[in-house]
């Protein structure tokens, strides 16, 4: 795969790069994941709550059953697939396992295995993302981050549907 | 975030409630510790290693090289920072390392990147402009080698894996535009 190619190179260009500026490149490895340590105690906290408030929407069935809401909307487009959009801006790992489902379920190459990798490539779990960045330096107050977030993701979602639905059916 | 995470808790409690789903509830409660450590740990081992690698990469001047190539963007998404090199330069480089779909890559220049915001940050519990901007700019995920997916369309016997990428990439940069705008409408309006 061409794409395992990607962190060796870049790696290798950072090292090259080192030696020919003569940094002394194993110690500044040995500061930077020092560095990154400290990351544990800042994030754990923040990510505890949010797995809490996003396993529980799951188990419960609340997010499923707001999914089925939207099905049957766009006769082509299979409930799995809304279930997989909503969970996108949540939880990564859920729409995750929704698409390894539908590929599996529905085939890799049909109309819903091509929609459901598009509408995985075409936003990062929102949610995530912003738990992640904030809790590492403390921020609670997050303005309308969240709001726009979501705002994106359902541009991106948006766009996919529209895509898949023009050049693949 | 209180009232969206109270809001989410106690309606998944109502609505499982009402499904007589209390068993899983309270077993989801009792294993989100363990769950969380299982999360967090590998991705913070992760993000201490590729923390190493940039460490090298800024004190071999390879941050400060994307800064410059970046630098007129840069100075356009984050006015309020334009003056820190730094800063821009951690910004640059999560851009470029999610580009290629390196997302436990790009995390620690991006954690590197907040943090720099943060001292500028003059309510460090409140975030800032910059920080908002950089953080939709994460959320939409500008990628344009989405690796994963395409290992996993493998793996799953796909005869073609890679001719969603084109689709995947247009709906990516659709949405951090349209988040880029609805920032710089409501935070910059002044």
Same mark, same amino acid.
């Given at each position: 795969?061409?794409?395992?190619?990607?962190?060796?190179?870049?790696?290798?260009?950072?090292?090259?790069?080192?030696?020919?500026?003569?940094?002394?490149?194993?110690?500044?490895?040995?500061?930077?994941?020092?560095?990154?340590?400290?990351?544990?105690?800042?994030?754990?906290?923040?990510?505890?709550?949010?797995?809490?408030?996003?396993?529980?929407?799951?188990?419960?069935?609340?997010?499923?059953?707001?999914?089925?809401?939207?099905?049957?909307?766009?006769?082509?487009?299979?409930?799995?697939?809304? !279930?997989?959009?909503?969970?996108?801006?949540?939880?990564?790992?859920?729409?995750?396992?929704?698409?390894?489902?539908?590929?599996?379920?529905?085939?890799?190459?049909?109309?819903?295995?091509?929609?459901?990798?598009?509408?995985?490539?075409?936003?990062?779990?929102?949610?995530?993302?912003?738990?992640?960045?904030?809790?590492?330096?403390?921020?609670?107050?997050?303005?309308?981050?969240?709001?726009?977030?979501?705002?994106?993701?359902?541009?991106?979602?948006?766009? !996919?549907?529209?895509?898949?639905?023009?050049?693949?059916? | 975030?209180?009232?969206?995470?109270?809001?989410?808790?106690?309606?998944?409690?109502?609505?499982?409630?009402?499904?007589?789903?209390?068993?899983?509830?309270?077993?989801?409660?009792?294993?989100?510790?363990?769950?969380?450590?299982?999360?967090?740990?590998?991705?913070?081992?992760?993000?201490?290693?590729?923390?190493?690698?940039?460490?090298?990469?800024?004190?071999?001047?390879?941050?400060?090289?994307?800064?410059?190539?970046?630098?007129?963007?840069?100075?356009?998404?984050?006015?309020?920072?334009?003056?820190?090199?730094?800063?821009?330069?951690?910004?640059?480089?999560?851009?470029?390392?999610?580009?290629?779909?390196?997302?436990?890559?790009?995390?620690?220049?991006?954690?590197?990147?907040?943090?720099?915001?943060?001292?500028?940050?003059?309510?460090?519990?409140?975030?800032?402009?910059?920080?908002?901007?950089?953080?939709?700019?994460?959320?939409?995920?500008?990628?344009?080698?989405?690796?994963?997916?395409?290992?996993?369309?493998?793996?799953?016997?796909?005869?073609?894996?890679?001719?969603?990428?084109?689709?995947?990439?247009?709906?990516?940069?659709?949405?951090?535009?349209?988040?880029?705008?609805?920032?710089?409408?409501?935070?910059?309006?002044?």
């Amino acid at each position: 795969m061409l794409t395992n190619y990607v962190l060796p190179v870049f790696i290798g260009i950072i090292l090259v790069v080192a030696l020919i500026k003569r940094v002394d490149a194993y110690s500044s490895f040995i500061k930077g994941t020092k560095e990154g340590l400290s990351l544990f105690h800042e994030v754990f906290p923040a990510m505890m709550a949010m797995m809490l408030s996003i396993n529980l929407l799951r188990v419960s069935g609340l997010l499923e059953a707001i999914a089925s809401l939207f099905s049957g909307l766009l006769a082509n487009v299979d409930a799995s697939l809304w !279930a997989m959009m909503l969970f996108r801006p949540f939880s990564g790992t859920a729409s995750l396992a929704i698409m390894i489902d539908i590929f599996k379920t529905l085939g890799v190459d049909s109309f819903s295995g091509i929609m459901a990798s598009i509408i995985q490539g075409s936003t990062d779990t929102t949610l995530y993302v912003i738990t992640l960045y904030f809790g590492s330096v403390g921020v609670k107050k997050i303005r309308n981050s969240m709001f726009i977030g979501l705002i994106s993701d359902l541009a991106g979602i948006a766009m !996919a549907i529209f895509l898949t639905i023009t050049f693949f059916s | 975030m209180t009232k969206f995470w109270c809001t989410l808790i106690l309606g998944s409690f109502a609505y499982g409630l009402m499904q007589g789903r209390v068993d899983l509830i309270s077993n989801t409660i009792v294993t989100v510790g363990e769950e969380t450590l299982e999360f967090v740990l590998p991705m913070v081992a992760v993000t201490c290693f590729f923390s190493g690698i940039v460490e090298i990469a800024k004190e071999g001047g390879c941050i400060a090289f994307l800064e410059r190539c970046l630098s007129p963007f840069l100075r356009f998404l984050l006015p309020d920072i334009k003056d820190d090199h730094e800063t821009l330069g951690y910004v640059a480089a999560n851009i470029i390392i999610n580009m290629f779909g390196l997302g436990s890559a790009a995390t620690p220049v991006g954690l590197k990147a907040i943090a720099g915001m943060q001292k500028h940050n003059p309510e460090p519990n409140r975030a800032t402009r910059s920080m908002v901007t950089f953080l939709v700019l994460n959320t939409g995920g500008v990628t344009l080698f989405p690796t994963s997916i395409i290992a996993l369309r493998v793996a799953y016997g796909s005869l073609d894996a890679t001719s969603f990428i084109p689709f995947a990439v247009i709906a990516t940069l659709s949405a951090s535009c349209i988040g880029l705008i609805v920032d710089r409408l409501w935070n910059h309006a002044h």
